[in-house]
């Protein structure tokens, strides 16, 4: 079993709609979670973390968590051609050392006009 | 804040030869550093983690013989392939964290490494 499982996609949302990425993962002491967003042959950007159970929201971006399900899920509203990317999934887990990080293969997003 | 650069960003080389990647923290002393490798269409597989002052802890399946770092201040780490194959190609990336205690991991804009 992979310990960072995202949909690897694409998927396709209309301009302005809701784009919704998931992401389940298997250490159920992990602690910390991340969405990075990568574009083709450039290096992940940190869109979001979050540490505890329930929403954050940052700008058009909500970052959703719920441990007890090992589940953590990214919304962006009023998606964007420019929201089009690769979405990285990333988990902190509890036994894996210091700061390490186990990404998740992505999920890639194509907004279309 | 928290600017990682890398360099080269690319690099062409023949096998059996050394390459040496740097990866600096520009605005910020980087206590603890990360090496990725990500291959075309996947994800990103850490490699190494590089504490300042200290050995590189390896993952496993990954050759410290092979892949050398070093990092040897608060602001620098480097990756050296050694004798590398054409199946070292890849896109190397490092990370590194802005403050102790913080996992939020930032990283630099990679190389990509061609080996002929």
């Known amino acids: 079993q992979k310990e960072v499982e995202q949909n690897s996609g694409p998927l396709s949302v209309p301009e302005g709609a809701i784009a919704s990425l998931n992401c389940t993962y298997s250490?159920?002491?992990?602690?910390?979670f991340f969405w990075y967003r990568q574009y083709s042959g450039k290096s992940p950007e940190l869109i979001m973390s979050?540490?505890?159970?329930g929403d954050k929201e940052d700008g058009r971006f909500t970052a959703q968590l719920n441990k007890a399900s090992q589940y953590v899920s990214l919304l962006i509203r009023d998606s964007q051609p420019s929201d089009s990317a690769t979405y990285l999934c990333?988990?902190?887990?509890?036994?894996?050392?210091?700061?390490?990080?186990?990404f998740g293969a992505g999920t890639r997003l194509a907004v279309h006009p | 804040g928290a600017v990682v650069s890398q360099h080269p960003s690319w690099v062409i080389c023949k096998s059996g030869t050394s390459v040496k990647i740097e990866c600096r923290s520009l605005?910020?002393?980087?206590?603890?550093m990360f090496w990725y490798r990500q291959f075309p269409k996947q994800s990103l597989m850490l490699m190494a983690t590089?504490?300042?002052?200290?050995?590189?802890?390896?993952e496993q399946g990954v050759e410290k013989d092979k892949f050398l770092i070093n990092h040897a201040s608060l602001t620098l780490s480097t990756l050296t392939v050694t004798s590398a194959h054409p199946e070292d190609s890849s896109f190397y990336i490092c990370?590194?964290?802005?403050?102790?205690?913080?996992?939020?991991?930032?990283f630099g804009p990679g190389t990509r490494l061609t080996v002929l």
């Open positions: 990370s590194a964290i802005l403050q102790r205690g913080v996992n939020e991991q930032f």
């Open positions: 590089s504490n300042e002052g200290s050995k590189a802890t390896y």
């Open positions: 990333a988990v902190s887990p509890f036994s894996g050392g210091y700061n390490k990080l186990i």
């Open positions: 250490d159920r002491g992990s602690q910390s």
């Open positions: 979050i540490y505890s159970n």
């Open positions: 605005d910020f002393q980087a206590t603890t």
